[in-house]
């Protein structure tokens, strides 16, 4: 049995940096910021780190995640547009064999048509939609969980 790293990050992809500020009713009024406060303390509580990182550029998000290979227990990742066409990043999660969790704050589903498809979300080990900023949390637990029974 492999001992966990018990260190998870969290990546963010387009836009998210306005998360907060950007559409307000679709999104909520909760930043990054908050989200990083919410996992930190969950994080906290179960004696991880946890880190955190943004970028509006694939390619950032993509050398970030090739950094973290093997140095982690898994990525919660919201990687916003990214979602619907990133084959780039996905062949990063498969290439790196980093555990995922996929968190979006609002329900995708009830939104346009091109929005339903992810790239991420059939090699996740969770997908966590609509729980706002709280499905961070939930996909961080998920990764913890899938962490502490390898």
Same mark, same amino acid.
């Given at each position: 049995? @492999? ?14 940096n306005l ?6 009713? &679709? /999104? ?9 406060? &919410? ?5 906290? %509580?179960?004696? /991880? ?13 993509? #050398?970030? &995640? ?6 982690? #227990? ?6 916003g547009g &990214? ?7 996905? #062949?990063? $999660?498969?290439?790196? @064999? ?13 939104? %346009?048509? $091109?929005?339903?498809?992810? /790239? $991420?979300? #059939? ?12 499905? /961070? ?7 913890? +969980?899938?962490? %502490? +029974?390898?």
């Amino acid at each position: 049995m @492999q001992e966990p790293h018990r260190r998870i990050v969290v990546l963010n992809g387009p836009n998210l940096n306005l998360l907060g500020t950007r559409e307000p009713d &679709l /999104y909520g009024a909760e930043s990054l910021a908050d989200v990083e406060k &919410l996992v930190r303390a969950r994080a906290d %509580e179960a004696g /991880y780190r946890v880190d955190f990182f943004q970028s509006n550029h694939e390619g950032a998000l993509i #050398d970030r &995640l090739h950094d973290e290979r093997g140095q982690c #227990d898994g990525v919660v990742i919201n990687p916003g547009g &990214l979602t619907h066409v990133s084959i780039a990043l996905r #062949d990063a $999660f498969l290439a790196t @064999q980093t555990p995922l969790a996929e968190v979006h704050v609002s329900n995708v589903h009830k939104r %346009e048509p $091109f929005r339903h498809h992810s /790239y $991420f979300s #059939d090699i996740a080990e969770a997908v966590f939609i609509g729980a706002g900023i709280h499905g /961070y949390v939930y996909g961080f637990d998920a990764l913890r +969980r899938v962490a %502490e +029974r390898a």
